[in-house]
């Protein structure tokens, strides 16, 4: 099993910037492919990026590509989230997901979730 906890969400004005952080505790964490949801009121879950196991691979959903970055700490526990450039539409509960082989977009395809961290983007 894998435990996984995301922090650093919070209120930025937009075009503010945001970290969220997911740390993992459990099964080897360095051997998971990880990645970050969101949800926003009455929506459905939505894929933002993933990352692969050996860091090789990063795939950014359209509406996030070239503000936000996902990056992986040194000591394979821990998995980030720097959002820069925020828009009120990013507004949403950010969920961190871990998948045991490859990644999917598929919220679905998820093997292990975090709680989730509110964003709150003000105009």
């Known amino acids: 099993q894998v435990q996984l906890r995301e922090s650093g969400g919070g209120l930025v004005q937009a075009g503010g910037s945001l970290r969220l952080s997911c740390s993992a505790s459990g099964r080897t964490f360095g051997g998971l492919a990880m990645g970050w949801f969101r949800q926003a009121p009455g929506k459905e879950r939505e894929f933002v990026v993933a990352l692969s196991r050996n860091d090789a691979h990063a795939y950014y959903g359209d509406s996030v590509k070239g503000r936000f970055t996902i990056s992986r700490g040194g000591d394979r526990n821990t998995v980030y989230l720097q959002m820069n450039n925020l828009k009120r539409e990013d507004t949403a509960v950010y969920y961190c997901?871990?998948?045991?082989?490859?990644?999917?977009?598929?919220?679905?395809?998820?093997?292990?979730w975090g709680q989730g961290t509110q964003v709150t983007v003000s105009s």
């Open positions: 997901a871990a998948f045991v082989s490859i990644y999917y977009t598929d919220h679905k395809m998820v093997d292990y």
